[in-house]
């Protein structure tokens, strides 16, 4: 039975140490210095958690900071997830424990659920034949080799996008990764996560104007 935490099998944790190694230094005093191409990931990350990314980059990580920081640690706050209409959502998820724990608990959030796929391609051919509002996609597919230069995930949502209008939101622990391909996700929910992440980037999706009404 589906508990309310969602958890990786990976170390997740390491990506988010990763950015605190090269981020934290701008909240020190004086501010540590980061490159051209590190202030453009730190605003591709702050957009896709709805975060104003036009300020000094030492406002910017501390905001993001501590969206990333309270999303790592489901126990900082037990606030209750808002409820979204019923949507359809597809499911594209490579570890099957974590897909079947996401389909249920979308289920009994009431929304319809087009999966869980584990590759891109079943998903690619699902998507013509199902009305989707919204997908969540692993943005890494492990043994997917439709586009092994950015991940599958990448590149079906780029073709849900382009082909059928549909928006998707990343669920990935690469948090820059899905920073460079930040225009083709509404969202992003960071690994591991629970299950009121999932549905707070639901969410957002839909009130972003994302997903159409």
């Known amino acids: 039975m589906f508990d309310g935490t969602l958890t990786a099998t990976r170390d997740e944790g390491a990506e988010l140490a990763r950015l605190r190694g090269l981020y934290d230094g701008l909240l020190e005093q004086p501010p540590a210095g980061i490159s051209t191409g590190a202030q453009t990931d730190l605003a591709a990350m702050a957009r896709i958690f709805d975060l104003e990314a036009d300020r000094p980059p030492a406002e910017v990580w501390r905001d993001?900071?501590?969206?990333?920081?309270?999303?790592?640690?489901p126990d900082i706050s037990d606030e209750e997830a808002p409820a979204s209409r019923p949507l359809t959502l597809m499911v594209v998820e490579d570890d099957a424990e974590m897909a079947a724990d996401l389909t249920e608990l979308l289920t009994t959030a009431g929304h319809g659920?087009?999966?869980?796929?584990?590759?891109?391609?079943?998903a690619m051919t699902a998507a013509g034949l199902?009305?989707?509002?919204?997908?969540?996609?692993d943005i890494n597919l492990a043994g997917d080799q439709q586009d092994s230069s950015e991940g599958?995930?990448?590149?079906?949502?780029?073709t849900l996008k382009q082909s059928w209008g549909v928006p998707a939101i990343f669920l990935s622990g690469d948090v820059a990764a899905a920073a460079r391909h930040a225009r083709l996700a509404t969202a992003l929910?960071?690994?591991?996560?629970?299950?009121?992440?999932?549905?707070n980037g639901i969410a957002r999706?839909?009130?972003?104007?994302a997903v159409a009404r």
């Open 113 to 122: 659920v087009v999966g869980p796929f584990s590759d891109a391609a079943a």
């Open 205 to 209: 999706a839909v009130a972003s104007g």
């Open 152 to 158: 599958g995930g990448v590149g079906l949502a780029r």
């Open 130 to 137: 199902h009305a989707i509002d919204l997908a969540l996609l």
């Open 189 to 199: 929910v960071l690994k591991p996560y629970s299950g009121r992440d999932v549905l």
């Open 64 to 73: 993001l900071r501590a969206v990333l920081m309270r999303q790592a640690d």
